[in-house]
């Protein structure tokens, strides 16, 4: 059974960097057709897809987001990272890692809704304000 654990702060000020670090387990990383996702959910409003990378470190990116957004993968520890800068209190949200495919890819991209029964895994998601 894989497992997606997020870590990172809980609180974050308006104008720095949050990152956050998902850990998979229970299963192979380092597979084909697979992309390491982070989805947010801001309070009151729906999923958002904000990028996804292959374990070699192919990323895409929401448009929306793609000039404060890099996604990173590391092999070696089973992990991959969300890095956000320059962050405003819009980005308030529950931040979840999740796993998908080429499908969920493209429609993340085209701006599609996002729907749980897409993805096989999810990480238990981890709240992140962002206040001074």
């Known amino acids: 059974q894989v497992q997606l654990q997020e870590s990172g702060p809980g609180l974050v000020k308006p104008s720095q960097t949050l990152s956050l670090t998902c850990t998979v387990s229970?299963?192979?990383?380092?597979?084909?057709?697979?992309?390491w996702t982070w989805i947010r959910q801001p309070p009151g409003k729906d999923l958002e897809w904000m990028g996804a990378?292959?374990?070699?470190?192919?990323?895409y990116y929401n448009s929306s987001l793609k000039s404060r957004l890099s996604i990173s993968s590391d092999t070696s520890k089973n992990q991959f990272t969300l890095q956000l800068n320059s962050v405003t209190p819009e980005d308030t949200a529950v931040y979840y890692c999740?796993?998908?495919?080429?499908?969920?890819?493209?429609?993340?991209?085209?701006?599609?809704?996002?729907?749980?029964?897409?993805?096989?895994?999810w990480g238990q998601g981890t709240q992140v304000t962002v206040s001074s």
């Open positions: 999740a796993r998908g495919d080429h499908t969920t890819v493209a429609a993340g991209t085209f701006g599609h809704s996002v729907k749980r029964d897409d993805y096989t895994y």
């Open positions: 229970g299963g192979s990383y380092t597979t084909n057709d697979v992309y």
């Open positions: 990378i292959t374990y070699y470190g192919l990323a």
